[in-house]
């Protein structure tokens, strides 16, 4: 069974930036597909982003490309969004998830772990 922990939530102002990490601890981390998902109040949670097991591919959702950057450190087990020109529209609780994929997948429910979120506050 995979822990997923994520740090770096906070407030910032339109156009500024933050990097959010997620930590993975189980025996399938390095095999393990990584996204990112967020939910605002009153929405559901939508795909922002994800990599597969070897860092070799990403996905994005439209909203935030060329804004938003996934990565895995040489560890495998860490996975950064470093999220640039923050709009308010980008105010969510943002989860970490894995699933045992090769490409990286837009779906939800191709994701067997979550992480309990962190939020991020986007003031305009």
């Known amino acids: 069974q995979e822990q997923l922990v994520e740090s770096g939530g906070g407030l910032v102002q339109a156009g500024g930036s933050l990097r959010l990490s997620c930590a993975a601890s189980?025996?399938?981390?390095?095999?393990?597909?990584m996204g990112w998902f967020r939910q605002a109040p009153g929405k559901e949670r939508e795909f922002v982003a994800a990599i597969s097991w070897s860092g070799g591919a990403s996905l994005y959702a439209d909203s935030v490309k060329g804004r938003f950057t996934i990565s895995r450190d040489k560890t495998w087990n860490t996975v950064i969004l470093l999220m640039n020109s923050l709009k308010p529209e980008d105010t969510a609780v943002y989860f970490c998830?894995?699933?045992?994929?090769?490409?990286?997948?837009?779906?939800?429910?191709?994701?067997?772990?979550w992480g309990q979120g962190t939020q991020v506050t986007v003031s305009s």
């Open positions: 998830a894995a699933g045992k994929y090769m490409l990286p997948r837009a779906s939800r429910y191709d994701y067997d772990y």
């Open positions: 189980g025996r399938t981390s390095s095999t393990s597909g």
